[in-house]
């Protein structure tokens, strides 16, 4: 079956821009993680959902960064007046439900110019 | 601070040899311990999970913990140059979430 999609696979855009970055889960899967990897770095959580609901925002680093998931499928990660330090390969991940294995999607590579 | 520590590497194995890759983390509550294969340029990639003490064998690779000492590893036989990557070791965030948190990787280089 189809895995994680995430558009674009790659976005530039300028400091003080907003962007939107989405999440297309495997099917049936209940679970969403969002993750950011800078080089040279492990992925650094950001949140997660369970269905629609966050179930821990915890790694949001401010109130600039935002994620939704209203129907309980497709998530979007909403990021406000970029800065160049969100310039990063933000991972998208689901899992049948919580608890279970994480699959990530290819990513999208974010560029602050 | 909850962390997970990894030695990056280069880990420098002739092909055919055995890979011995290592991890530490901070978080007794931890429950869940992952393996994670990252290509160049490509996302994570599942390679093993592992609930319990002991090892945990899949094909050539074999998961250890050993939650007393903290300490998760990875054991890949009969390395080949595919296997050449970025390894990553993840261990769940505690009781009471599921996010992952990750080392920063080792960089496994098998030459032929």
């Known amino acids: 079956g189809a895995g994680v999609s995430q558009t674009p696979s790659n976005k530039v855009t300028e400091k003080g821009k907003y962007v939107e970055l989405r999440c297309d889960p495997i099917?049936?899967?209940?679970?969403l993680y969002w993750y950011r990897q800078s080089l040279g770095q492990g992925p650094e959580f950001l949140i997660y959902?369970?269905?629609?609901?966050?179930?821990?925002d915890s790694g949001l680093p401010n109130d600039r960064f935002f994620a939704v998931r209203p129907e309980g499928s497709v998530s979007t990660l909403k990021i406000q007046r970029t800065e160049r330090g969100d310039s990063a390969v933000y991972l998208c991940a689901s899992s049948p439900t919580r608890g279970d294995t994480q699959y990530f999607g290819p990513g999208t590579r974010l560029t602050v110019l | 601070q909850k962390e997970v520590e990894q030695n990056s590497g280069p880990l420098s194995v002739p092909e055919g040899a055995i890979a011995s890759l290592n991890c530490t983390y901070s978080?007794?509550?931890?429950?869940?311990f992952f393996w994670y294969r990252q290509y160049s340029g490509k996302s994570p990639e599942l390679i093993m999970f592992?609930?319990?003490?002991g090892d945990k064998e899949d094909g050539r690779f074999t998961a250890q913990l050993n939650k007393a000492s903290q300490y998760v590893s990875l054991l890949i036989r009969d390395s080949q140059p595919s296997d050449s990557a970025t390894y990553l070791c993840a261990v769940n965030g505690g009781v009471h979430t599921d996010k992952l948190i990750f080392g920063t990787g080792t960089r496994l280089q098998v030459f032929p």
């Open positions: 099917s049936g899967h209940t679970a």
């Open positions: 978080d007794r509550g931890s429950q869940s």
């Open positions: 592992i609930y319990s003490n």
């Open positions: 959902f369970q269905g629609t609901g966050a179930a821990d």
